[in-house]
């Protein structure tokens, strides 16, 4: 079956340190997206990706760093300098297509807490 | 700029229907429409394109008012199914799918 798989599902970060959030999709999907969702609010890009090796800032990527070196893995670091980390985190895929009638498929979603 | 969802929450019964809004203060080039289950994935609905109909999906379908830059979401003759928290997702601009979401609206549907 095709899908986007996130892991963990779980993380926990310690004062100081850098966690990586995987994301990989099987959709032969060109553009992908890192999404923040604290509780009762809505979706905020992070990063998106429309091809392999580019990637463009979205609205609140300060402490976030991400990778494309290949098609299906675009992995999000969220490094100390992200100083409140705590929140749903949400990967998405699709089609590129240089149109907008292409809907996003998302991951199950990556809950990060501080310990 | 982040659109305006109305209602933040709606309680139905099941078999009533609702209607939520997604208001831009920018032209808009497409709207998506999603649904999210508490600690799930948000699942995909619809996308409305400028110039194009009003779309439709079971017993939801959707309308986006070009000139009001806004988009309304019917939901007809509600399931419990249909609980959960949708989002609209707008573009300014044809980005290819760089989308600004909503803070959505909550709606839950009792037996």
């Known amino acids: 079956d095709g899908g986007i798989t996130q892991s963990p599902k779980y993380l926990f970060r310690k004062e100081g340190q850098n966690v990586t959030l995987s994301c990989e999709q099987n959709?032969?999907?060109?553009?992908m997206y890192w999404y923040r969702q604290d509780p009762g609010q809505g979706l905020r890009l992070i990063y998106y990706?429309?091809?392999?090796?580019?990637?463009q800032k979205g609205d609140i990527a300060e402490g976030y760093s991400v990778s494309r070196e290949k098609k299906e893995s675009f992995p999000l670091t969220v490094t100390s300098a992200q100083k409140n980390p705590t929140a749903f985190y949400l990967c998405?895929?699709?089609?590129?297509?240089?149109?907008?009638?292409?809907?996003?498929?998302f991951g199950d979603g990556t809950r990060l807490s501080i310990l | 700029q982040q659109p305006v969802q109305s209602p933040q929450a709606v309680i139905l019964r099941e078999g009533e229907d609702a209607v939520i809004n997604c208001s831009s203060s920018?032209?808009?080039?497409?709207v998506h429409w999603y649904r999210q289950k508490h600690g799930e994935a948000p699942v995909f609905l619809m996308i409305?394109?400028?110039?194009?109909e009003q779309k439709g999906h079971e017993k939801i379908s959707a309308s986006f008012n070009e000139k009001k830059q806004q988009s309304s979401l019917y939901l007809t003759a509600s399931q419990l199914s249909y609980s959960g928290t949708y989002f609209c997702?707008?573009?300014?601009?044809?980005?290819?799918?760089?989308?600004?979401f909503g803070e959505g609206t909550q709606l839950t549907v009792n037996p």
């Open positions: 998405a895929s699709s089609r590129w297509a240089g149109t907008s009638n292409q809907p996003q498929h």
């Open positions: 959709l032969n999907h060109d553009a």
């Open positions: 990706s429309q091809i392999v090796n580019d990637f």
């Open positions: 920018k032209a808009l080039y497409s």
């Open positions: 409305l394109l400028k110039g194009g």
């Open positions: 997702g707008t573009e300014i601009e044809a980005s290819g799918s760089r989308l600004t």
